[in-house]
C-alpha cells in the first residue's frame, strides 16, 4: 500500500519538478515534497504503519526517492540559474569598441602653475605666502621703496594711475613696505600676483605677474641670498642649471643684482629663447636698502634683509616655450589646450 503510494508520489512530483517553469514554481515542488506537510515527509511519518520487518526495506525506498527527488530539484535549479546568468550577460553586455563619452579635463594656466611651484618651493624653505592690493597707493609703490616722487627709475615702471595718488601697482615690491610693517622680524615672506605697467610687445604686456620675496634677520648677508636664490633656481629649472649673478641698480637694495641662468631649453649652448646667449635673465634681488627698513620701522642697526622679484610670465614662458607673452592673455583654447597633460 505505501508502496504504491510512494510510487505515485514520485511520478507527481517529478512531472511538477519538470514541467516547472521559474525558480519560484520549483520552490513551491520542494514545499509539496519535503514541507511540513509535504508528501515524502507525511509518508516518513506514516512509518508507524508499517509492519516492523518490512519498515528497513520501505525506509530505504522512501530514501531512494528523496534523493532521486532532491536531485532532479537541484538539476533543475541549476538550469534556471544558468538561464538566468545567460540573460543578464546578455543583456547587460557592453560594447567595448564604442567610443567613450570624453570628459573634458581643464589644464592650469602656465602663470598659476609657476605661482603654485615657486610658492611651493618657499613654503618648503621656511616663507609664508601673502597677498597685497592690486590698487595700491604712490607710497607703497614707491616712495616706502625709496623712490621718491620725480625719482629717475619711476621711468622703467610708467603705470596707470588712477588718481596722482593711487595707481596699479607697477611691482609686488609694494608689499614689502606693508610687511615690514605689520610684522616683527625675523620673517620671511613671498607675494605672488599680478602686476600693471605700461608696455605692450612681444616679451612685454600691460599686466604681467611678479613673485616677491623678503627676508628680514639679524646677520642677513648677500650670501644668504645667493644661496637661497641658488637653490630656489635649482628645484624650479633642474639641478644642472647654472646660476650667473650680475652687479644692478634698484632704489630698494643696495647692494643690488640681476639673476641670469642658463636656459634650460639649450642648457647654455644658445637657441631662439635665450636668443642665442645661453643664459636668461629672470630676477632683480639685493639686500634691502637700510632706509627702506627705517621708512616701514624697523630698526637698520640691529637687522637686515633681503629681496628678491621674479618676472613670473617670463618663467611660464620658458617652462613652456611660448614665444609670445600675450598667448598667456588672449584665451584662445587652442593655446590653452596645449597646456593640458603634462
Ligand atoms: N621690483 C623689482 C622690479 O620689478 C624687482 C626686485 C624685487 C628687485 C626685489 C630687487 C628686490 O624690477
Partial sequence: ???????????????YIKNSTNLKELNDVRVKAFGKS????????????????????????INAVRSELEELLKTKEAEFENAELARKLQEEQIDITEPSIKVEIGA?????DVIDRLTDICVDMGFSVVEGPEIESDYYNFEAMNIPKNHPSRDMQDTFFI??????????SAVQA?????RKPPFKIVCPGKTYR??????????FHQLEGLVVDENISMADLKSMLTILMKRLYGEDTKIRFRP????????????????????GTGCSI????????????GVVNPKVLEMSGIDSKKYRGFAFGFGLDRTAMILDSISNIRSLYRNDIRFLEQMKGE
Fill in 1 to 15: 500500500m505505501i508502496e504504491e503510494q510512494l510510487k505515485q508520489i514520485r511520478e507527481e512530483l517529478s512531472t
Fill in 38 to 61: 509535504g508528501l515524502v515527509t507525511a509518508l516518513s511519518k506514516n512509518m508507524r504503519e508499517v509492519a516492523p520487518e518490512d519498515r528497513p526495506k520501505v525506509g530505504s525506498q
Fill in 108 to 112: 592650469y594656466h602656465p602663470v598659476a
Fill in 163 to 172: 588718481t596722482d595718488e593711487i595707481l596699479l601697482r607697477s611691482q609686488t
Fill in 178 to 182: 606693508r610687511e615690514m610693517e605689520k
Fill in 198 to 207: 605700461n608696455d605692450s610687445d612681444a616679451t612685454h604686456s600691460p599686466i
Fill in 248 to 267: 644692478s641698480f634698484f632704489p630698494f637694495t643696495e647692494p643690488s643684482i640681476e639673476v641670469d641662468v642658463s636656459c634650460p631649453n639649450c642648457h
Fill in 274 to 285: 635665450c636668443k642665442g646667449t645661453g643664459m636668461l635673465e629672470l630676477l632683480g634681488a
